[in-house]
């Protein structure tokens, strides 16, 4: 997932009051695994890494 992809999302939601980062992030990890794409596992595995130094496990 690049930040090409991402920004848009996250500025959104900003602007909307939508999801928080934690959770945007959470929920587009949640997709990721799902599609267990092959070229998506450098960027999932930064997220998930991202989402356990916060304490949540993204499994």
């Known amino acids: ?6 920004l848009p999302e ?3 939601g900003r602007r909307t009051g939508g999801l928080s980062l934690v959770m ?6 949640c997709l ?4 267990n794409d092959p070229t998506d596992r ?3 595995f930064s997220l998930c890494h991202w989402l ?8």
């Open 1 to 6: 997932m690049t930040g090409w992809r991402i």
């Open 10 to 12: 996250i500025a959104t």
């Open 24 to 29: 945007l992030v959470t929920e587009r990890a």
């Open 32 to 35: 990721m695994q799902a599609a």
């Open 42 to 44: 450098t960027d999932l």
């Open 52 to 59: 356990r130094a916060r304490g949540i496990d993204p499994a």
